[in-house]
Nanobody, 124 residues
Framework: QVQLVESGGGLVQAGGSLRLSCTAS????????TGWFRQAPGKEREFVAA????????YYKDSVKGRFTISGDNAKNTVYLQMNSLKPEDTAVYYC?????????????????WGQGTQVTVSS
């Protein structure tokens, strides 16, 4: 099993920044990709960004490219999501996820482990 714990959410004004953290514990070798997803009220959970632990390749949802940056610290088993120029439409619960399946990076089914989520609220 892998346990994922997110932190760093909060309330911020439009144009502001937040940094989310996701720290993994347990059988972390059972995952090769860590992703961030978000879910707004009444909407489906959607892919935001992901990073491969081998090679460090990163992936982003089009609407966050240039504003969000995902990075990883192997020594700390931690993945970060730096979010800049935040918009009200970024408001959601953000989830960290880990997995090593063969499905597309943006597919929730690829991920076996999920954190509890952290709320991000962007006011206009």
């Amino acid at each position: 099993q892998v346990q994922l714990v997110e932190s760093g959410g909060g309330l911020v004004q439009a144009g502001g920044s937040l940094r989310l953290s996701c720290t993994a514990s347990g059988r972390t070798f059972s995952t090769n990709v860590t992703g961030w997803f978000r879910q707004a009220p009444g909407k489906e959970r959607e892919f935001v960004a992901a990073i491969r632990w081998t090679g460090g390749t990163t992936y982003y949802k089009d609407s966050v490219k240039g504003r969000f940056t995902i990075s990883g610290d192997n020594a700390k088993n931690t993945v970060y999501l730096q979010m800049n120029s935040l918009k009200p439409e970024d408001t959601a619960v953000y989830y960290c996820a880990g997995g090593r399946g063969d499905q597309p990076i943006g597919a929730t089914v690829r991920y076996d482990y999920w954190g509890q989520g952290t709320q991000v609220t962007v006011s206009s």
